[in-house]
C-alpha cells in the first residue's frame, strides 16, 4: 500500500512536489523511494496518487489519478478541556482517526495545567503534529485544524453557527448526543461542537453559560468517564449521529 502524506501548497501535474522536509527525508531515506515508485498525497480533500520521476533534495512526479476524497459528511468540532500529562496527546491522535474535523484545546475553571502564551503555541503544534502523523496513519484524505488553547469564555465566539453540545455529567436528564441531534430539524453547514470538561468536570456556571449562549446540554451515559474517554466517546457519538462513522465512503477515481 503506498504511503500518504500532505501537500504544503498546490498540487502540479508532474514536477517537484510540494511536501515537507520531514516528508521528503521519509520518502528518500526511510522508503528509499525510486522512480517508478507510487506515492499518494492529499490537498484540499482530495487524494491523488503520483508516479515518483526523481529523489532528491525534493521528490518529483507525475500525477496518476484522484483515488479519493474527503467524504461529504458532517463537520465536528471537538472542544476539549486541558488535561494533565498527555491526556490531550491521547484524545489529539483518536479523535483525528474517526474523522473529527477541528480541535479546540480549552482551559476551564478545574482545569489543572494551565498555559502561558509560549507554551499554548509550542502545545499547539505539537497537537498538530499528532494530528498530521494520526491523519496519514488513518489514510485520511485532511488533517483536522486544531487552534491554539483559549479560555472557556471563548467558546462561544469561535463555535458561532455551529450546534454546540455541552457534554454535562451532572444532567442526568439530558438527551443523549444522537436525541440531541435527531430532535433538530436540520444540522447547519458549520456542523456540531461538542464540549468536554477537565479532570474534575465543570463548574455549574460554566454549563449555565454555555447553555445560556445556546448550547445544549447532553449526558455521555449512566457511568463517569475520564475526560480523555469522554472526548473520543462524544466525538464518535457526534460523527455516528451524523452519518459519519462506521459508513465507508466509496473510493473515488479518476
Known amino acids: 500500500m503506498a504511503r500518504r502524506f500532505f501537500a504544503t501548497g498546490s498540487l502540479p501535474t508532474s514536477g517537484a512536489l510540494p511536501l ?19 506515492i499518494e498525497i492529499a490537498s484540499a480533500g482530495d487524494v491523488w496518487r503520483y508516479e515518483v520521476t526523481s529523489v532528491g533534495e525534493q521528490v518529483s512526479g507525475t500525477r496518476v489519478a484522484r483515488i479519493a476524497s474527503r467524504p461529504a459528511v458532517t463537520r465536528v468540532t471537538l472542544a476539549q478541556a486541558l488535561a494533565k500529562g498527555d491526556k490531550v496527546d491521547t484524545v489529539v491522535r483518536q479523535v483525528t482517526e474517526l474523522g ?20 499554548s503555541a509550542a502545545r499547539a503544534e505539537r497537537w498538530r503534529r499528532i494530528a498530521e ?11 483536522p485544524e486544531v487552534a491554539e488553547p483559549v479560555t472557556l469564555l471563548d467558546l462561544p465566539s469561535l463555535l458561532v453557527g455551529s450546534v454546540v453540545l455541552v457534554c454535562a455529567e451532572d444532567a442526568p436528564d439530558a438527551p443523549g448526543i444522537s436525541q440531541a441531534l435527531s430532535a433538530l430539524a436540520d444540522v447547519p453547514e458549520a456542523g456540531v461542537a ?25 449526558t455521555l451515559g449512566p457511568t463517569i468517564l475520564r475526560t480523555e474517554t469522554a472526548g473520543v466517546v462524544a466525538v464518535a457519538l457526534a460523527l455516528a449521529a451524523c452519518g459519519g462513522l462506521g ?4 473510493p473515488r477515481g479518476d
Request: hydrophobic share 45%; aromatic share 2%; no cysteine.
Open 20 to 38: 515537507t522536509d520531514g516528508d521528503v527525508h521519509h520518502i528518500r531515506t526511510v522508503l528509499r523511494a525510486q522512480p517508478g515508485d507510487t
Open 133 to 143: 502523523s494520526a491523519a496519514k496513519q488513518a489514510r485520511r484524505a485532511d488533517v
Open 194 to 218: 461538542v464540549i468536554v470538561g477537565p479532570e474534575g468536570g465543570f463548574e455549574p456556571e460554566e454549563v449555565a453559560a454555555l447553555t445560556d449562549a445556546g448550547a445544549i446540554a447532553v
Open 100 to 119: 473529527v474535523a477541528r480541535i479546540v484545546p480549552f482551559a476551564g475553571a478545574r482545569s489543572i495545567v494551565r498555559l502561558d502564551a509560549h507554551k
Open 247 to 250: 459508513n465507508a465512503p466509496e
